[in-house]
């Protein structure tokens, strides 16, 4: 079946390779990101180029994940191209490193903004068409950090992507009498083919962060990314990601996973997650609610 899918941070990273994939698989794509007639529009040539020169069905369009707005926007344009929106897919998001107490407030509110806020608007601008369909998916980029190994210097990140998949699990609950399902994706650390850490914002306060560095810390974000890097093996492959969300997708309704796992580094995750899971699904039967863990039509 031909899904008309749209994924939020599709200008790099994980986001743009599920594009690809997912156009391959024979769907139609939106790659959505910001700027697109400014610092992106390279990327948008390059995603017109890459469907003209694979004969995918391989689009653009302008979606900031910070902006209501803009979020309603994308979403109308998509459904007056198609008539119809079967997946969304929560992709963008930032990270940062560096010791929590020298990051401000305002950087974690903006993180939050970014990871968590985002796909917030995003569900409310998708949602309504989704409903009146009576069909959808909504696919969440979650991260094993949110129960598994979860070393210093990332809390900020860590902390908002928890809250996005907390968000993930509510959603599917409310969804899935609408006949809206819900996949929980979750990527481990993968330490190249991505531009997560190339990219990680910094702490403001710089002569706070200077004291970690130079006191009883020193060394420590060398240390951590050294640890990574010995953890992740070297033959880790982040389209393995992409590969994941293709199978989701292409599943019949009602057979998709809640919760898939892409960890090379297998940082105990998906054993906290499972129990975790079964827990909720516990919880809900126990109290009359069983229902709200299938999706029903």
């Not at 190249?192 to 560095?213: I, Q």
């Not at 810390?217 to 890097?229: M, P, Q, R, T, V």
Request: no cysteine; aromatic share 6%; proline share 5%.
């Amino acid at each position: 079946m031909k899904n008309v899918i749209v994924i939020t941070g599709a200008s790099s990273g994980f986001g743009a390779l599920a594009a690809r994939a997912l156009a391959h698989a024979g769907h139609t794509v939106y790659a959505s990101m910001r700027e697109t007639t400014g610092r992106n529009a390279p990327q948008v040539e390059a995603v017109k180029k890459y469907a003209a020169e694979n004969n995918v069905d391989l689009r653009t369009v302008e979606l900031d994940v910070a902006s209501q707005e803009s979020s309603d926007a994308a979403i109308q344009t998509i459904v007056a191209d198609n008539d119809r929106l079967d997946v969304v897919i929560h992709n963008a998001g930032h990270m940062v490193f560096g010791p929590t107490e020298a990051f401000t407030p305002e950087q974690l509110a903006h993180l939050y903004d970014i990871n968590v806020l985002s796909t917030q608007r995003v569900n409310r601008a998708a949602l309504p068409q989704l409903r009146k369909q009576r069909s959808g998916l909504v696919v969440w980029i979650s991260s094993t950090s949110t129960r598994g190994g979860t070393p210093p210097y990332l809390a900020p990140y860590f902390a908002a992507k928890a809250a996005m998949d907390s968000l993930a699990i509510s959603y599917a609950a409310e969804l899935n009498r609408w006949g809206v399902e819900t996949s929980i994706v979750v990527p481990g650390a993968f330490t190249s083919g991505t531009n997560h850490f190339a990219n990680a914002g910094s702490p403001d306060d710089k002569p706070r962060a200077a004291e970690y560095e130079a006191g009883p810390y020193a060394h420590l974000s060398e240390d951590i990314l050294k640890g990574f890097n010995a953890v992740v093996p070297a033959d880790a492959d982040v389209s393995e990601v992409a590969a994941a969300i293709v199978r989701v997708v292409d599943m019949p309704f009602g057979k998709r996973p809640f919760r898939v796992h892409i960890d090379p580094a297998q940082d105990g995750a998906e054993i906290v997650n499972a129990v975790a899971d079964r827990v909720r699904a516990e919880l809900l039967r126990n109290i009359g609610l069983g229902d709200l863990l299938v999706p029903t039509r």
